[in-house]
């Protein structure tokens, strides 16, 4: 029996974490929900930190688990922030989610339109 949220492994019979509470799955279970990289698409790329964290958010509020990786290189020389934040979602979430940032995305140029 593994915890998910300490990754402790314990003998048969356990089935609670005493560290943090946490109710153990059997190790089929937890490799079965680890995050492997190949699982995961990216759908947004920005180069600001803020950006990525909104639609992080708004895919959350429609239940869409993401991850945001930021990519910062500081031996290239040059002036300005060259960074690639990449906003990523499950594949099988990755239609709705492209969606949602679209939406969003459409209704600020409106914004800006006006």
Known sequence: MICPKCELEFVDGIVVCP??????VDKEEFEGNLVHPSDWLVVYTTSENYEAEMF??????????????????RNYP??????VIKLLV?????????????????????????
Do not use: H, P, T
């Open 56 to 73: 992080k958010a708004n895919l959350l509020g429609a239940e869409i688990d993401s991850l945001i990786l930021g990519q910062k290189d």
């Open 19 to 24: 560290d943090c509470g946490e109710n153990l």
């Open 78 to 83: 040059a002036v300005g922030d060259l960074a």
């Open 90 to 114: 499950k594949k099988m979430d990755a239609e709705s989610a492209i969606e949602i940032i679209n939406d969003i995305n459409s209704r600020k140029d409106n914004i800006n339109e006006e």
